[in-house]
């Protein structure tokens, strides 16, 4: 096979790759998604004689940069150097993978080969929701975030599962491929019936599970606001803050009912709150709260960027910055959601997923040279302050709520400690329009699908720009704004306090996968060990 004909083949996986997350295709394209790339890497197996290691890792690391490149080039609306490095270090990770899969299949039986892709595969994943640069937006079981008919299972798996799936489908593929150009159709008929019940079981599975579902837990009204405030050239300069709080106040008041429990506004609709005794008389808060006087169960849960002042006898934590010509005092900055009702207290959460690169600098002690590559992803800028752990609003009828804060929505582990919590509904609020225009906004709004599922709570989603919606249990959108409009939404969903099995188990797959990559590569380090005693 010619060098040309590699090259195609890898970028062809690539672009299989990429057409979920683009919109283009269905999820299910992800089951021959790594055929071709796998004909190139068995084409160098099978020339292991003369060819090295090294030369598949080229060939995969081209697939994977263009599959980053396509799937993700919207980050570059916000930065074209951050957009370029997190390209460059994904691909380099995920040809990373598939390279030690080479080299386990060039030692082992190629039935532990196959075991090491699916765990070293699912073990990449999971380190990417759990390190400093975390960035699980390309886990293959998000690409079905748009066809929740197929990935009910979610709420027993999360998307591991899905990822899981799409490994074996490809796998068997591949070897339905081999065994046709090897011995003929004649002699496929039993890889073909071991492919057909992998691909038809979970469907089938989640087909009656979708139908059957039925939702739990009493309705409660909410209303969704969505201010349409550009992110570049209104919301944090060109208009005043009490204008965007009058847009607010006035999209609020016109769907508010008297049976409305809920007003949602988005990620960072105040701006700089200190967290102190008079928050609660902020000329921001103070709107709010007389609304709040003549419904007694109103809450308003709006995004703000808050303020804590240390005193010089705190304890003062890492991310807190002094105060500009003061040696003395220091201060932390936080993007935070509030819960405003009729109490004496408003009640914060501070996001604890950050983005690095915006609202952390990610191994900050070793790595100061990315303070260059900064990528804005929405939200407050900087180091950022965080909390120690989750936890949930309480309403004024006494009900939990998950206030889930922009990138913390792409984490379905993350989220589940709120339901653990007693959480009984999501509320997701975002700024997706540093974006524009292009398919991010539209992917993180369907990886909110994949949380009401793995958790079986009703989510209510608020965009400053991009799409607000609402979310049932199954997954699905049963309301939604338009891109780049003001508006607003008023709907009603169901709280759930029943756990689900992911909720209660968490990432066990990704666990065991993690536990088996780690006997897989000492098994393969021992034996390129003893190669090189030999030698």
Request: net charge positive.
């Amino acid at each position: 096979m010619k060098n040309s004909q590699l090259i195609l083949l890898a970028a062809f996986s690539a672009i299989l790759l990429a057409l979920p997350w683009l919109g283009f295709m269905p999820g299910w394209i992800l089951f021959v998604a790594f055929l071709p790339l796998m004909i190139v890497e068995d084409h160098i197996f099978q020339q292991r004689k003369t060819e090295s290691s090294i030369a598949f890792f080229g060939y995969a690391y081209l697939s994977f940069w263009l599959w980053n490149a396509l799937s993700t080039w919207w980050i570059v609306h916000s930065t074209l150097a951050g957009g370029v490095l997190i390209v460059f270090l994904n691909a380099t990770f995920m040809a990373g993978v598939w390279w030690l899969f080479h080299l386990m299949k060039r030692r082992f039986h190629i039935r532990t080969a196959n075991l090491s892709l699916v765990t070293f595969w699912i073990s990449f994943e999971y380190l990417h929701f759990n390190w400093e640069i975390a960035w699980p937006w390309l886990s293959l079981g998000n690409g079905f975030a748009n066809q929740v008919k197929l990935i009910q299972w979610y709420e027993y798996t999360g998307v591991f599962g899905g990822t899981l799936w799409i490994l074996i489908m490809n796998l068997l593929f591949f070897q339905v491929y081999k065994y046709i150009s090897v011995k003929g159709f004649k002699w496929v008929i039993p890889q073909l019936t071991w492919l057909t019940i992998a691909m038809a079981l979970p469907i089938i599975y989640s087909m009656r599970q979708y139908h059957d579902y039925r939702e739990t837990g009493r309705g409660c009204e909410i209303v969704i606001l969505q201010p349409n405030i550009d992110p570049y050239l209104e919301k944090f300069s060109g208009m005043s803050q009490e204008k965007q709080l009058s847009l607010l106040v006035n999209l609020a008041d016109s769907l508010t009912t008297a049976s409305t429990e809920y007003v949602v506004g988005p990620e960072t609709a105040l701006h700089l709150l200190d967290e102190n005794d008079k928050i609660l008389h902020h000329p921001y808060i103070n709107p709010l709260r007389q609304r709040t006087q003549h419904s007694p169960h109103l809450n308003y849960i709006m995004g703000a960027t808050t303020r804590k002042i240390f005193d010089p006898v705190d304890k003062i934590p890492p991310t807190a910055r002094k105060f500009e010509n003061d040696s003395v005092q220091y201060y932390d900055l936080y993007n935070a959601a509030l819960l405003i009702n009729q109490g004496d207290s408003i009640q914060t959460y501070h996001k604890s997923i950050l983005v690095s690169g915006v609202e952390k600098m990610p191994f900050a002690k070793y790595l100061t040279f990315l303070e260059n590559y900064i990528i804005d992803l929405g939200g407050t800028t900087g180091s950022l302050g965080t909390q120690p752990e989750p936890t949930n609003f309480k309403s004024a009828e006494g009900d939990q709520v998950a206030p889930i804060i922009c990138f913390e929505s792409v984490f379905g582990a993350y989220v589940t400690e709120f339901t653990k919590k007693g959480a009984g509904l999501i509320v997701i609020i975002t700024n997706d329009g540093w974006w524009k225009n292009t398919p991010g906004h539209r992917q993180h709004l369907s990886f909110a699908r994949l949380r009401a599922i793995e958790t079986r709570r009703g989510i209510a989603r608020s965009a400053n720009t991009g799409i607000s919606a609402f979310i049932n249990q199954r997954g699905e959108i049963i309301q939604q704004t338009s891109w780049w409009e003001r508006t607003a939404l008023r709907g009603t969903l169901n709280l759930n306090n029943q756990l689900t099995f992911y909720v209660r188990f968490g990432d066990y797959i990704a666990r065991i996968s993690s536990f088996l990559s780690v006997l897989l590569l000492l098994l393969l380090l021992a034996n390129l060990r003893m190669g090189k005693l030999k030698k």
